[in-house]
């Protein structure tokens, strides 16, 4: 029997489908928030209620609005709010009203959140417990002759990074010197639109790393597990794109370090829910942790295939108060997250590789996918007839596989893909197809350059 009994999703699209599943499963009742543009969305239908917000304000904002949201939450007596990803789910603020108001906020603390969520903070928080990071500048470097001066002291190729920073927004390589000026100011300004917060700093930029990162569990006692890592290098911009697990091509004594540095830096913080501790690993071997993202992450599906942990229902029931180790969780120790098979998961979007890979937008004329065993579907706005719009991620459906071995997963990606048909919007499932095709991706050894390197895979 759950203690909650109504939450409210404080989200839209594919990630609010997801957790609405995960209260139907756990008998607890749904509400969604929608904005004007989002009428006619699919998630909205997928929820017991869903109310109109933000009238007025504009598409994006909507979602943002604090007030709105948790006065909404009292009227509807409800017991929780889950924040998705995006929005309002790293923002401290929300949180903390939440907490004020009586209402679980279903993530770590808004102290937690503010102490990681940050990337300055968190790379600050690492150093202290031992945890290597890039070496670099870890302060608002608040001109561009401050940033020469420590430019010159971490060397080039650096980056300029947002400290609120996400999606790949806010961060600029710079090679040399003379390109300093344009990035900084770039950089900045890309933050102030995208977060609010224009701090800036600088880090070593490591050439042709892969993106490793590693799943952990908290509860509200102390308990904490990770559930492996995530190997996320197909990106494009600093954006995944393809993301799979194991990341069997990285040696497994590096793997157990990394699982321990990722249980280090979330035990220093005591962390609760689910959250993500993000590392890069460069040619040598060596790992480094660049940033905690203390939210559900898109990509959370891979290890939910492989360790067969339901990740968004664990993360409600630890805000319930359920131990790690009861019954309704039932993970008593590290060892009972067991690692099994291999799983891909392809981000389908709504975007023209052909044209730099811009969103496009209209009606889906048709809309058949490939479902068949091995394959998970995690849907959006994908139907005959929906309307797309421009306002929002074009994230269309997440095609995730399971397999017992990595060429069989990529084998029954690629037969999935292959046989959806979607008319009306252009899409990026041929592209996708590619990728999977690709020699380096069977071994498992791309690096975070690999989709610039390779200009073919749009054909
Ligand atoms: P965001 O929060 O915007 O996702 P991250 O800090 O997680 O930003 O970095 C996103 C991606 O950017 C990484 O996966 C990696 O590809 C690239 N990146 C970030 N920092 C560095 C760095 N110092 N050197 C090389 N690449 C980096």
Redesign the pocket.
């Known amino acids: 029997m759950s203690k909650f009994k109504r939450v409210l999703v404080a989200n839209r699209g594919e990630i609010a489908i997801r957790v609405f599943r995960a209260c139907n499963e756990l008998g607890i009742r749904t509400v969604a928030i929608y904005s004007n543009e989002d009428k006619y969305s699919l998630f909205r239908t997928k929820a017991d209620e869903s109310y109109l917000i933000g009238e007025g304000k504009g598409p994006v904002d909507a979602y943002l609005n604090i007030e709105e949201i948790i006065s909404l939450a009292l009227k509807k007596g409800v017991d929780a709010i889950h924040p998705g990803y995006g929005f309002l789910s790293e923002n401290p603020e929300f949180a903390k009203r939440c907490a004020e108001e009586g209402i679980e906020f279903i993530g770590p603390t808004w102290e937690m959140m503010d102490s990681l969520g940050d ?1 300055i903070k968190s790379k600050i928080v690492a150093r202290k417990v031992g945890v290597a990071t ?1 070496p670099g500048y870890e302060k608002d470097v608040k001109s561009v002759e401050e940033a020469a001066l420590h430019a010159g002291e971490i060397g080039y190729p650096l ?1 300029l ?1 947002a400290a609120a ?5 806010g ?1 600029r390589i710079v090679w040399k010197e003379s390109e300093l000026q344009n990035a900084f100011t770039s950089a900045k300004n890309e933050a102030r639109k995208a977060f609010g917060i224009d701090h800036i700093f600088m ?5 042709k ?1 892969k ?1 490793i990162e590693v799943q952990v569990l908290g509860d509200k006692y102390g308990n904490i597990v990770h559930m492996f890592e995530r190997d ?1 290098s197909i ?1 494009r911009r ?2 995944k794109v393809v993301e799979f697990t194991p990341a069997f091509s990285v040696p497994q004594e590096t793997r157990d370090r990394i699982y321990e540095d990722a249980l280090k830096l979330a035990n220093a913080v005591k962390y609760r829910s689910a959250g993500t501790l ?1 590392f ?1 690993v460069d040619s040598t071997g060596r790992h480094y942790f ?2 905690m993202n203390p939210r559900i992450q898109v990509e959370h599906t891979v290890t939910e295939m492989v360790t067969g942990i339901d990740i968004v229902q664990a993360q409600i029931l630890v805000a319930e108060g359920f131990a790690l180790d009861s019954p309704e969780i039932n993970i008593k120790s590290q060892s009972d997250v067991k690692l099994n098979g291999f799983s891909i998961q392809c981000r389908i979007t709504t975007e023209d590789p052909s044209l730099n890979f811009a969103p496009d937008t209209g009606k889906i004329e048709s809309y058949r996918t490939g479902s068949g065993f091995g394959i998970r579907l995690d849907g959006g706005n994908g139907f005959t007839g929906a309307e797309i719009s421009p306002y929002y991620d074009s994230l269309l459906v997440k095609n995730i596989s399971w397999s017992r071995n990595f060429q069989d997963a990529i084998r029954k990606s690629v037969r999935s893909i292959t046989e959806m048909h979607i008319t009306g919007v252009k899409t990026n499932v041929d592209f996708l197809i590619n990728v999977l095709n690709h020699p380096i991706f069977l071994a498992g050894e791309c690096h ?1 350059g690999f989709i610039e390197e390779n200009p073919d895979l749009i054909s």
Not at 165 to 169: A, I, K, L, N, T
Not at 203 to 207: F, S, V
């Open positions: 990337k890039i980056m990074k920073g996400g999606g790949g927004r961060m880090e070593k930029y490591l050439e790393p993106h996320c990106q600093h954006q993000e890069l660049i940033e975070t």
